[in-house]
Nanobody
């Protein structure tokens, strides 16, 4: 079992920056992939970015490529999402997700790929 807790959400003006954090605990040695998803009101949950824990290879949705950066710190138990040049369309609840090596089958952007989820942190971007 792995537990993840997000933090860092808030309100920001368009063009500004915000950094989200996700702290993992429990059987963290089993973690294979970690990802950020978001869900705007009335829309489906969508993959934002993901990282392969061993290789550090990173994946991004086209909508955030070049503006958001995903990274792992603290002995790979804290997942960050650095958001720059945010836009009103980035407004959503942001979720951290993770999956173990034994159960990961991909693709990284599908919510069903991950069993472990946080409660989410709200990001609101005003124009």
């Amino acid at each position: 079992q792995v537990q993840v807790v997000e933090s860092g959400g808030g309100s920001v003006q368009a063009g500004g920056s915000l950094t989200l954090s996700c702290d993992a605990s429990g059987n963290t040695h089993q973690i294979f992939f970690m990802a950020w998803f978001r869900q705007a009101a009335g829309k489906e949950r969508e993959g934002v970015a993901a990282i392969h824990v061993d290789s550090d290879y990173r994946y991004y949705a086209d909508s955030v490529e070049g503006r958001f950066t995903i990274s792992l710190v603290n002995r790979k138990t804290t997942l960050l999402l650095q958001m720059k040049d945010v836009r009103p369309e980035d407004t959503a609840m942001y979720y951290c997700a993770t999956e173990s090596r034994e159960n990961y089958s991909g693709p990284w952007y599908e919510p069903g790929t991950y069993r472990y989820w946080g409660q989410g942190t709200q990001v609101t971007v005003s124009s």
